[in-house]
């Protein structure tokens, strides 16, 4: 027992590493500087609020008073950003400032103090921490509702994921919301294990906190209320604490100046419907990660079936995740202002916890064929990516006469289960695939540098 | 609920608190002079250059009357940059062109320019107005 628990920190551990060093590498140069001006408009909030009392930042709001301005941070002027000067709002109240206050903070601490001087190469470093840290919580949640090793599968699948890697570089209010909410859910879920009335209080706190990096975060709360069912009691405390934090926003915004805090607000309830109607199509069909790159990606996909999968089960922890995931798409839909990538960000823990937990049914419970099918969608849109170029004949034959074989063995071993060598052979095979499907991930990332960058569509 | 009575009185507590900082920072820190600063202050990390046509500008503003064509001739090669006349603080010919040096972190004397808008040669302080041509040249 003991060792099994120091053979799972060790695993972890590796993840981790795993994690940031991919998150790290050529983190201020993909996705290209001025891809999304957000980034820099969120540094920008946090950095006025400390300096002048007031956010300042990019708006693209209709009715609100804006003040073009060129600022050419990284140069993103001759590269990046066509067009010229930046619509410069202020008092800036488009979005809660709490992901802004960090990176701001950050930047400040840095050296960096006027809106020119921040740079990528300063500002995405909490970022990538930030990212690593993710991994450590999805593991906790995943371990909580499916396991250690299903949470190890599932960790190290959102380490090594190419969109994760790279989606998790960015200034993002996403990229805070998400391990907020994942610490409110893991509180949630020990007070399903043990009593403990301050554990749903933190839980609500934090749940509230999502809300001050992005108004959809206002998804931890739903989210959480679900999960707390009929408990009438903690519902009310869960709901009043975490409205409460959530409303500090409102505070805020009228703290600094009411008049154009509520212009603001009323602009933001007239956005323009961006992402269209066929939103839920492009989501399981298309991965984006900024305004206009895609970067074709098998894992989503993956997270998507294993969510049917979920779906079919009874379980409590099924149950968890298809609530996650159905509150954000809610959520998605309602706000849906624009097709950004970002937006997607919070679907994937929990899109990834269905791919690890479908993918793992395989490794420890003998459905074999469809972790076996699942893992092929992701390791073959990496083989293409790694053999764009140089398709190998040797590799193609492979692939066929290898996916040939593996369907007659698996199969084989379906209809004949009781026969111990064809079940030991199929789960070998899958956990080969997935050993395949993680070391591709990891070859795929080491590729995508500034050069492939400006290929990629 | 004793709970939350207890957390309301101590929520409502650290609220007042809040909007006192916020004012009372808001109120010590703030000035346009500083937010003018902070919008347009080059970059102390900005590589910078004696060459105008060395940096451009990509694309055009989408403001449809609210331009300013500006091109460069640096003997051996010519920039052309379209900007927002929005933008442009100083509505005058020097004010423009220490505008885009601002932008490009270019640091030669605008005196060192001769230009010609619309067909006339211009000093540094003509004025400019929305959809001129300027041309100049080192």
């Known amino acids: 027992m003991k060792k099994g628990i120091w053979l799972t920190i060790l695993a972890l551990v590796v993840t981790l590493v795993i994690a940031f060093l991919l998150r790290y590498q050529n983190f201020a140069s993909v996705p290209l500087p001025g891809q999304s001006t957000d980034e820099y408009s969120n540094t920008w909030v946090g950095l006025s609020l400390i300096r002048l009392g007031m956010p300042v930042g990019i708006s693209g709001l209709v009715g609100i008073k804006n003040y073009p301005t060129y600022i050419n941070p ?113 509180l949630l879920t020990l007070t399903q294990k043990k009593d403990g009335p301050n554990l749903i209080r933190w839980a609500a706190f934090f749940a509230g906190l999502t809300v001050l990096f992005k108004l959809s975060g206002i998804v931890a709360i739903i989210s959480g209320v679900f999960i707390i069912g009929r408990k009438r009691r903690s519902l009310i405390e869960f709901l009043m604490i975490s409205l409460s934090v959530a409303f500090l926003f ?66 409590k922890s099924s149950l968890f995740v298809l609530i996650c995931l159905a509150s954000y798409l809610a959520i998605y839909i309602l706000f849906g202002s624009a097709s950004y990538g970002w937006y997607r960000i919070p679907f994937m823990p929990f899109l990834f916890i269905a791919a690890g937990y479908f993918i793992s049914e395989g490794v420890t419970n003998s459905n074999y064929l469809v972790s076996a099918i699942a893992l092929l969608i992701p390791l073959g849109v ?31 071993g379906l209809v004949w289960p009781e026969n111990r060598i064809f079940r030991n052979f199929s789960r070998s095979a899958v956990i080969l695939l997935l050993v395949a499907a993680v070391l591709t991930n990891i070859l795929y990332l080491q590729k995508i540098n500034v050069d492939y960058w400006y290929k990629v569509n | 609920m004793g709970f939350l009575k207890k957390y309301f009185v101590g929520y409502f507590i650290f609220v007042a608190l809040f909007v006192v900082f916020l004012r009372w920072h808001k109120a010590r820190v703030y000035s346009d002079v500083l937010l ?35 091109s460069i001739d640096c003997r051996d090669k010519r920039a052309n ?51 001129n041509s300027l041309e100049c040249r080192i």
Not at chain 1, 139 to 155: C, D, E, K, R
Not at chain 1, 260 to 287: C, H, P, W
Not at chain 2, 40 to 61: A, L, M, R
Request: net charge neutral.
């Open chain 1, 74 to 186: 990284d140069r993103i002027l001759s590269s990046t950003v066509p067009g010229g000067a930046l619509a410069i709002s202020y008092p800036w109240f488009d979005h809660p400032p709490m992901m802004g206050i960090a990176s701001g903070a950050f930047a400040y601490l840095s050296g960096e103090r006027n809106f020119g001087d921040v740079a990528l190469l300063t500002i995405r470093k909490p970022v990538v921490v930030l990212g690593t840290v993710t991994v450590g919580l999805l593991f906790w949640l995943a371990a909580l509702w499916f396991g250690p090793v299903t949470a190890l599968i599932i960790s190290l699948l959102y380490a090594t994921s190419p969109l994760i890697v790279i989606g998790s570089r960015m200034v993002q209010a996403e990229n805070g919301l998400v391990p907020v909410w994942l610490l409110s859910l893991i």
């Open chain 1, 250 to 315: 409102v505070i805020y915004g009228l703290a600094i100046d009411t008049r154009e805090f509520m212009a603001v607000f009323l602009s933001n309830t007239s956005r323009v419907y961006g992402i269209g109607l066929d939103a839920i199509y492009d989501l399981f069909t298309s991965t984006k990660i900024t305004s206009t790159k895609y970067l074709t990606d098998g894992w989503p996909l993956v997270g998507w079936l294993g969510m049917i999968y979920l779906a079919a089960k009874k379980d």
């Open chain 1, 382 to 412: 990496n083989l293409s990516r790694l053999f764009e170029i140089n398709k190998v004949p040797l590799l193609i034959l492979i692939m066929r006469f290898g996916i040939l074989g593996l369907m007659i063995l698996l199969l084989t």
């Open chain 2, 36 to 70: 003018t600063q902070m919008l347009i202050f080059p970059s102390q990390s900005k590589d910078v250059t004696e060459d105008p046509c060395f940096y451009n500008i990509v694309g055009e503003p989408s403001t449809p009357g609210q331009y300013l064509k500006l």
């Open chain 2, 81 to 131: 940059f379209t900007l927002d006349f929005r933008a442009i603080r100083e509505k005058t010919v020097g004010g423009a062109i220490k505008e885009l040096f601002r932008i490009n972190g270019v640091t030669l004397d605008p005196a060192k320019l001769k230009c010609i808008m619309e067909g006339r040669s211009v000093t540094l302080a003509d004025e400019v107005a929305a959809k």
